[in-house]
Antibody, heavy 112, light 110 residues
Framework: EVQLVESGGGLVQPGGSLRLSCAAS????????MSWVRQAPGKGLEWVGN????????YYVDSVKGRFTISRDNAKNSLYLQMNSLRAEDTAVYYC?????WGQGTMVTVSS | QSVLTQPPSASGTPGQRVTISCSGS????????VYWYQQLPGTAPKLLIS???QRPSGVPDRFSGSKSGTSASLAISGLRSEDEADYYC???????????FGGGTKLTVL
């Protein structure tokens, strides 16, 4: 069974940084593209970005380009999201997503 | 405003069949697979339909997906109270080089 467990969320001031992690199990992590998707309070889903199996290709939504970086460690079955220059509009639950499963999400709140 | 267009709400009575539409363009639905997700209140989304019409194991056959041109639909037959949830469509967009979601449809079982 696919299991994805996010961690690293919390309260951060505008302009600050945060690193999210996702521990994957139950499938061959290194064989799949992985994504981050976020959901602002009371809003719909927004794709943040994704990364190829070997990390050689990455894509991001325009609103986070230059500020967020996705990476992965296939030896540790882990996915990461480094978030810099955070803004109030980045406040959301961030989900780690595989082709067949979603994590439970981790809340990121950007506020002074 | 979402790239993929869904009706904000839908409703039906138990046992009924309801459909939820998802409209896009040639750069997304027209040339890529469509996926559907179900989000029950207070929980994370769950994959309901992959690659236009494939049900992952464990998803009841009451749920079905279809695609035609630049539009897709999710059909739910034999509606149950536990189907009350938000439903989202998604597809890759070649022009944006990114994944796009519909705005979501809130399904109410009357």
């Amino acid at each position: 069974e696919v299991q994805l467990v996010e961690s690293g969320g919390g309260l951060v001031q505008p302009g600050g940084s945060l690193r999210l992690s996702c521990a994957a199990s139950g499938f061959t992590f290194s064989s799949y593209w992985m994504s981050w998707v976020r959901q602002a309070p009371g809003k719909g889903l927004e794709w943040v970005g994704n990364i190829k199996q070997d990390g050689s290709e990455k894509y991001y939504v325009d609103s986070v380009k230059g500020r967020f970086t996705i990476s992965r460690d296939n030896a540790k079955n882990s996915l990461y999201l480094q978030m810099n220059s955070l803004r109030a509009e980045d406040t959301a639950v961030y989900y780690c997503v595989s082709p067949d499963g979603w994590g439970q999400g981790t809340m990121v709140t950007v506020s002074s | 405003q979402s790239v993929l267009t869904q009706p904000p709400s839908a409703s039906g009575t138990p046992g009924q069949r309801v459909t939820i539409s998802c409209s896009g363009s040639s750069s997304n639905i027209g040339s890529n697979y469509v996926y559907w997700y179900q989000q029950l209140p207070g929980t994370a989304p769950k994959l309901l339909i992959s690659r236009n019409n494939q049900r992952p194991s464990g998803v009841p056959d009451r749920f079905s997906g279809s695609k035609s041109g630049t539009s897709a639909s999710l059909a739910i037959s034999g509606l149950r109270s536990e189907d009350e949830a938000d439903y989202y469509c998604a597809a890759w967009d070649d022009s944006l080089s990114g994944r796009v979601f519909g705005g979501g449809t809130k399904l109410t079982v009357l």
